[in-house]
């Protein structure tokens, strides 16, 4: 028998749709931030429902702007949970303020609320949530902390699109909700990001910050209204977005709720493959919230199960599956550990839970049999290492 072809991790789902609007901004000339940029801002405040939508060219920068929209400064601290990517700490050391980071939920992997007002102190000014695979954080418990402190919510939904909290979408809950439409995720412009927020302030200082701290968008200055004048009102920095991005963005964005079901539909079948197995533990979204779906993060039980999660992953690899790991908890890399003195100690949660996760294949463009191979070959490789 052939040998099947192998499963990546992950494939964005590109059609034509996304081809011809790329070839047609090439064809158009207009390559970067132009009126496809714009058109994809007013779609995407009118898809998740909010006041105002900032692209940029990646989550990393909107949520830079958005600590810096809410005035974070040198020696202020921002909560961060333990086990997120990279970037949701690095933008608060831009600004040389301290990430304090805060374990998680065993359950959801997303930060533990009870564990958050032990770590406020005088200098807290902020909380980056982050809706770990796309299912959203206790946001009611995070603004009531928030508003009891007088701190700002700024929301990391790089997995977030589209999730709902209690009925409302991500992205109209917080202070301002940074989205990330980087190659992986869940809707994708190759790099890129948006910010929004309620906030008309926020959202016209991130927009003059997004391109040099220019008071008028450059594109304006390039139409028969415009002109060549400009302004500097303050030190800014390149994150525009580009009209090939946008372009990407606006195919996407008509598909956005088409992939969603897809993924639920994945994830559906596998909670069925996986129930009442001992030996791994499925992920579970509350009642009360609806998950993107962006990762499907079983856990290893290692009380049913004799194998380490380097060698599942390594067993699923030789069955052709690609499988990741999100994330490495912050605590753990030399650059947090040795500048904020963090030890794992401080976070038996995300130790735990480190230890066991690995992401499954979801996403659009999985067929049936490539759906059911992965779950086949989960149950298959677990029970022969059976305790
Ligand atoms: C991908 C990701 C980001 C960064 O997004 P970019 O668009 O690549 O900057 C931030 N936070 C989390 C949790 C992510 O997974």
New binding site residues.
């Given amino acids: 028998m052939e040998t099947p072809a192998a499963i990546p991790f992950h494939r964005p789902y590109i059609t034509e749709d996304e081809i011809s609007e790329v070839l047609d901004s090439l064809y158009a000339g207009w390559l970067t931030m132009g009126p496809k940029t714009i058109a994809f801002e007013a779609k995407y405040r009118e898809y998740i429902g909010s006041r105002n939508a900032v692209s940029m060219n990646?989550?990393?920068?909107c949520?830079h702007l958005a600590l810096k929209a809410v005035n974070i400064k040198k020696g202020d601290e921002v909560i961060v949970p333990a086990i997120?990517?990279a970037?949701?700490a690095e933008v608060v050391t831009y600004f040389h303020a301290t990430p304090v980071f805060v374990d998680v939920d065993e359950g959801t992997h997303t930060i533990d609320v009870s564990k958050i007002e032990e770590k406020i102190t005088k200098k807290t000014k902020a909380i980056i949530p982050?809706h770990?695979a796309g299912q959203p954080c206790d946001m009611d418990e995070i603004l009531d902390i928030a508003k009891k402190h007088g701190l700002f919510v700024i929301e990391?939904a790089?997995?977030a699109v589209p999730a709902w909290y209690k009925e409302r979408k991500i992205g109209t809950i917080g202070d301002i909700t940074c989205f990330?439409?980087?190659a992986?995720?869940s809707l994708t412009t190759g790099?890129?990001?948006m910010a929004t927020t309620e906030n008309d302030e926020w959202a016209e200082r991130m927009s003059i910050l997004r391109l040099h701290g220019i008071s008028k968008d450059a594109w304006k200055r390039y139409t028969n209204e415009g002109s060549w004048y400009y302004e500097v009102a303050e030190s800014g920095y390149k994150y525009n977005m580009t009209d090939i991005q946008a372009g990407l963005g606006l195919a996407q964005l008509k598909k956005v709720d088409w992939m969603w079901h897809q993924r639920e539909e994945i994830a559906r079948k596998y909670a069925e493959a996986f129930q009442s197995m001992d030996e791994i533990t499925p992920p579970r979204v509350k009642s009360d919230r609806k998950s993107a779906w962006h990762l499907y993060v079983i856990k290893l039980n290692p009380a049913a199960v004799n194998l380490d999660r380097k060698q599942f992953m390594e067993e699923l690899k030789e069955r052709g599956i690609g499988t990741s790991v999100?994330f490495i908890p912050l605590y753990r890399h030399p650059y947090y550990r040795d500048t904020f003195r963090y030890t794992p100690q401080g976070f038996p949660v995300s130790e735990r839970v480190y230890e066991r996760i690995v992401s499954l294949p979801i996403y659009p463009g999985m067929t049936e049999g490539d759906i059911e191979r992965v779950a086949e070959s989960v149950r298959d490789v677990v029970r022969r290492h059976r305790r």
């Fill in positions: 990646s989550c990393t920068a949520l997120t990517f970037a949701t982050v770990y990391d790089a997995h990330s439409f980087y992986t995720k790099e890129g990001g999100h």
